[in-house]
């Protein structure tokens, strides 16, 4: 029996192949205006709550559509499908939508979704945010990311009854490194070296996880 209990993943990168806010850029055609949000000088969730103001008046539904069409990362279905077999559990943590994180957790069969709440009336965004990370305090140097992955695990595990020792994180970019970090194990998947630094498995291939539970 696997001495982990929970699996947890990043969603951009990791479990699908693309970035949602820049395919929904790429294909409602505000690119340029999202890259000047992300290269500004503003504080990391701050730059969250700029970027969603650039989804006002648009059709969730069609957003939804867009999304969808992302394509999963080679062998995540299977993978997913191992951990259930195993008894364990399974999650997403992501500083992307609520409303997508929801949309993959249902069509993969993960147990729980966490991401920031983009504000949806009548099936149209309002362009407001919630961020999770709601205290915005810097641990350790970390940055003021919008959501704090580190934070929600511990949330989970406290709502399991398990420790961090019993969890797999796995991510890609820098807003996973805590999880990594704070991880029974941390696996950076096709991660840059500042994210493999933190981590005690670095790979390409998702599949590796299936050789710990």
């Given amino acids: 029996m696997s001495k982990f209990k929970l ?5 951009d990168g990791t479990l699908i192949a693309g970035r949602t806010v820049f395919v929904f850029s790429r294909i409602k ?3 340029n205006e999202l890259l000047r949000i992300i290269n500004g000088n503003k504080e990391l969730h701050k730059k969250s709550i700029e970027i969603a103001k650039l989804l006002k008046g648009m ?3 069609e957003l939804l559509e867009i999304f969808r069409n992302i394509p999963l990362q080679e062998h995540v279905e299977n993978v997913i499908r191992e951990i259930k077999k195993a008894g364990i559990r399974s999650a997403i943590i992501t500083d992307s939508y609520q409303f997508v994180a929801d949309d993959l957790r249902e069509r993969l069969d993960i147990d729980y979704a966490f991401a920031n709440n983009l504000i949806i009336e009548k099936d149209v965004v309002t362009g407001e945010l919630i961020v999770d990370n709601k205290k ?3 641990f350790n140097n970390c940055k003021t990311h919008s ?11 406290k709502k399991l009854g398990i ?3 019993e969890v797999i994180a796995i991510g890609d970019g820098a807003v996973d490194i805590c999880m990594i970090k704070s ?9 840059p070296k500042e994210v493999q630094k933190h981590a005690d498995i670095s790979t390409n291939n998702i599949r590796v996880i299936l050789d710990y539970i």
Wanted: aromatic residues 8%; positive net charge.
């Fill in 7 to 11: 699996v947890v993943f990043d969603m």
């Fill in 29 to 31: 055609g505000f690119e």
């Fill in 59 to 61: 059709n969730v539904r």
């Fill in 136 to 138: 915005l305090k810097r």
């Fill in 147 to 157: 959501i704090c992955k580190d934070n929600v695990l511990k949330r989970l595990c």
């Fill in 163 to 165: 420790s961090k020792s």
């Fill in 183 to 191: 991880a029974g194990l941390g696996i950076a998947f096709n991660a």
